[in-house]
C-alpha cells in the first residue's frame, strides 16, 4: 500500500446525485498535509455526502476522490485503516460497555493489547469517561456517545481525521481539549477535515474554511480571505457565512414567525 501522497485530499470535479437531487456539485478540494479544515454549510448542503465520498462509503457517480495518495473508489479498505472517521450519527453497539466497544474497535485495526488497552485508558481519561466506561453504552448521554465516537476515531492514530460535527454534544472543557488535540495532532502531521455549525469553532480551530451551498463549494479560504469574498473586512464567519449563503434575512424571518 502507497502511502507517498502529495495531497492528504484530492476531490476533482466531483459529482454525487440521489435520484434527482444532485447532493454534491462539480467539487474540487485539495487539503495538504496536517491542515485543518472545516466545512461549513446549512443543513442538506452536502457536509456529509461529501464525508462520506472520502472514505468511499458513498461513490460519486463523476469526478475522482484520493485519500492519503489512494483512489477512494479502487482501495476503500486501505483508506478505512488509515483514516479516523466519526460519523454524524455514530451508531455504537449499544449493548456493549464503552471499555468492550473500544476494546473491539482497536481488534478491528489489528492493535497491539498493550497499546490499545493505554490508549484507551488516556482517552477515557482526558474525556471525563473514566468510572463510566463498565456501564451499557445504552446507559450513556448524548455527550458520552459522542466521546466514544471520538476515541474510537482517534484510538489507532490515523493519518487523516474525517469528523462529521464531532463538538456539537460536548460541554465546553471537552470541547476545548478536543480542538487543542486536534491542534496537537497537526504538529505530528496529522490531517483533519471537519464539519460544523458552530462557527467560533470553525473560525477558531481551521486553517482553512469552506462554505457549501446546495452542493457546491460557494467560498475557500483562511479568514482573511473569507473576509474578502465577503467584501466584509472586519466580520466575523458568522456574518460572512449568512451573507454567502445567502440566509442573513433573519429579522424578516423571525418577524414573520412572531406575527
Ligand atoms: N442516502 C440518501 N438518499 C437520498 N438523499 C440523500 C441521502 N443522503 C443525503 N441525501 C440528500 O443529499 C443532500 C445533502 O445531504 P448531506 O447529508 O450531505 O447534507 P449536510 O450538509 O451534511 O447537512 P446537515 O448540516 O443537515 O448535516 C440533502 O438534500 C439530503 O437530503
Ligand atoms: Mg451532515
Request: aromatic share 6%; proline share 3%.
Amino acid at each position: 500500500m502507497s502511502t507517498n501522497y502529495a495531497n492528504a485530499v484530492e476531490l476533482k470535479n466531483v459529482t454525487k446525485r440521489y435520484n434527482e437531487l444532485v447532493a454534491v456539485n462539480n467539487l474540487n478540494l485539495t487539503l495538504s498535509q496536517g491542515e485543518i479544515f472545516g466545512l461549513l454549510g446549512p443543513n442538506g448542503s452536502g457536509k456529509s455526502t461529501t464525508l462520506k465520498m472520502l472514505l468511499g462509503l458513498v461513490q460519486p457517480e463523476e469526478g475522482s476522490v484520493h485519500v492519503l495518495g489512494i483512489d477512494a473508489k479502487k482501495d476503500p479498505v486501505a483508506i478505512k485503516k488509515l483514516v479516523g472517521y466519526a460519523p454524524e450519527a455514530p451508531h455504537l453497539y449499544e449493548f456493549l460497555t464503552g471499555i468492550e466497544f473500544l476494546d473491539f474497535i482497536g481488534d478491528i485495526y489489528g492493535m497491539h493489547t498493550e497499546e490499545k488497552r493505554s490508549r484507551i485508558n488516556e482517552y477515557l481519561k482526558a474525556l471525563q469517561l473514566e468510572g463510566r466506561e463498565g456501564d451499557m453504552i445504552s446507559s450513556y448521554s448524548e455527550g458520552m456517545k459522542q466521546k466514544v465516537a471520538l476515541i474510537s476515531a482517534f484510538l489507532h492514530k490515523p493519518k487523516l481525521l474525517i469528523l462529521d460535527e464531532p463538538l456539537n454534544a460536548l460541554d465546553p472543557r471537552t470541547a476545548r481539549i478536543v480542538k487543542d488535540f486536534l491542534q496537537e495532532l497537526k504538529q505530528q502531521g496529522v490531517t483533519t477535515i471537519m464539519s460544523t455549525h458552530i462557527l467560533e469553532i470553525a473560525q477558531a480551530v481551521c486553517d482553512r474554511i469552506g462554505i457549501m451551498y446546495q452542493g457546491k463549494l460557494l467560498a475557500l479560504g483562511n479568514m482573511e480571505e473569507l473576509r474578502r469574498m465577503a467584501s466584509m473586512p472586519s466580520s466575523g464567519l458568522e456574518d460572512i457565512f449568512l451573507k454567502l449563503t445567502g440566509t442573513g434575512d433573519i429579522k424578516a424571518v423571525v418577524e414573520e414567525l412572531v406575527k
